[in-house]
């Protein structure tokens, strides 16, 4: 098997697929795209069956796209599971390539085993049951109880309506078009006053004055952080310390920190929040600048209607350390399918850090310098707060600023250091202790060795 996986790597040239490598026509027609999740919170790998149409010519071609999907997913989350949707609405006897099929069957079972949940087939014309009996014989019977045969009415047993297109009865608005890439379908979330434009979109002048004011508000804030100057581990060990008072008893992962070239990012993997009930409705992400420049970053969100960011769209200055306060807007509650993107780039000492030039920073930054790294939500039902969720009276204060949360984390740090003082004066009166009896045990000993050569 191991043999036969290489040899179809380099039949397929695998490794070196690229969007440059495979004509750009097979991504603009749009027939293979990831794009949202389902109710499990896996990814949807979308086949639109109605733009393939068999071409013994392009079939190559079309088969390098599929394995360029799935080597492009395997690279960026590192193996998650996915849910493959075959919409084949309007579709017809044209459209049956059994060929075709059979590499995609085969793809999942012999080269990215773990990769598929299950098989959503939409709406499939009667006239190919006998390609799909076909098919059937391929699939093992694992393979066989993956595949979910569904219409419009019983769709979303499987996809929530925010991840359908109205065709199939859902509510999503997305419309494919390349370039750039589909890319989980980040957008630019909001701040606590108002969208932030996105870098994409032609800003006016009167957006950039307000923007220009805002981020003055925001700078004025990461002063206040940026004088921390603590790292992300020692945040981790002070939570870590009070994890009896702050850690539910349901988090099944730690504290932890995802160690970039740019920036450390904690925690590494999932920002937690709690349910409609628990009430628990902000987040903190930490960034720390591991560079000797100043690095801009920004955040992006699958959801941007459900989420505030502040700041979104920033820099931090080298050595620093600096806050992200994500919270839930209005009566909304997170789920498993909502995502978030930090993008981080490395700056010019001579670039200024104000909305204009942030701006023009983020459109001419080449992609291979920008650092990237995902977060996933994760609902908790327990109503005590996760390691790094805020909640209202936490310390029996009222409102929480970015100051607040500066003193707050000066506190933890500070108890942190009590306690590693206390940590160290017992591990010297122990290790002095030790010594001691040492001492005590070599002149008793030394005592019983005179009186016996003495006695003797």
């Known amino acids: 098997m191991i043999d036969e996986s290489f040899q179809w790597r380099k039949e397929y040239t695998v490794n070196d697929l690229s969007e440059s490598t495979l004509p750009k026509w097979l991504f603009e027609i749009g027939a293979l795209f990831l794009h949202g999740y389902d109710k499990e919170g896996y990814k949807l790998f979308w086949f639109k069956v109605k733009h393939h149409v068999k071409d013994s010519k392009q079939q190559l071609d079309k088969k390098k796209l599929v394995a360029f999907w799935l080597e492009h997913y395997a690279k960026r989350d590192h193996g998650k599971p996915l849910t493959v949707v075959f919409d084949m609405a309007e579709t017809g006897i044209s459209h049956i390539d059994l060929d075709f099929v059979r590499f995609i069957v085969n793809c ?16 499939m014309p009667w006239i190919m049951n006998a390609a799909f009996k076909i098919v059937k014989g391929w699939l093992g019977p694992d393979a066989i109880s993956m595949l979910k045969f569904t219409n419009k009415s019983d ?15 859902g509510t999503d608005s997305f419309k ?3 370039p750039p890439l589909v890319d989980d379908d980040f957008q630019t979330p909001l701040c606590e006053n108002g969208p932030i434009t996105s870098e994409d979109e032609h800003e006016s002048k009167e ?19 940026q004088k921390k100057m603590n790292s992300v581990e020692q945040i981790s060990k002070s939570e870590e310390t009070d994890k009896t008072e702050f850690k539910p008893k349901n988090a099944k992962k730690t504290l932890t920190t995802f160690k970039g070239p740019l920036l450390h990012i904690s925690p590494a993997e ?32 699958t959801a941007p209607e ?25 009566g909304f509650a997170a789920s498993l399918q909502d995502r978030f993107l930090i993008m981080a780039a490395e700056m010019d000492q001579s670039s200024g850090a104000g909305v204009p030039e942030l701006t023009q920073f983020w459109k001419e930054v080449p992609r291979t310098k ?15 707060p996760s390691s790094l969720t805020l909640k209202e009276n936490t310390f029996n204060i009222p409102a929480k600023t970015n100051e607040d949360l500066h003193i707050q984390l000066t506190r933890l740090l500070q108890i942190n250091k009590r306690l590693q003082e206390q940590i160290d004066r017992c591990l010297w009166f122990q290790q002095l202790s030790i010594v001691l009896s040492l001492l005590s045990v070599t002149v008793v000993a030394f005592c019983f060795y005179l009186a016996y050569t003495q006695s003797s």
Request: net charge negative; glycine share 6%; with cysteine.
């Open 176 to 178: 494919y078009s390349y």
């Open 370 to 384: 920008v650092m990237e790294h995902r977060l996933r939500c994760h609902v908790l039902e327990s109503s005590k």
């Open 270 to 301: 999932e920002l937690y929040f709690g349910s409609k009930e628990s009430g628990e409705k902000k987040c903190l992400i930490v960034l720390t600048n591991v560079t000797k420049n100043t690095v801009a970053f920004k955040v992006r969100t």
């Open 108 to 123: 999942f079972t012999d080269y990215y085993p773990n990769f598929l949940t299950k098989i959503v087939i939409f709406e």
């Open 207 to 225: 957006e950039i004055d307000a923007d220009t004011k805002e981020t003055g508000e925001m700078n004025e804030e990461q002063n206040l952080n």
């Open 155 to 169: 769709v979303q047993e499987y996809i929530s309506g925010e991840y359908l297109p109205p065709h199939m009865g």
């Open 306 to 330: 459900k989420y505030r960011v502040k700041p979104s769209n920033s820099s931090c200055e080298p050595g620093t350390s600096l806050d992200i306060i994500v919270s839930l807007h209005g």
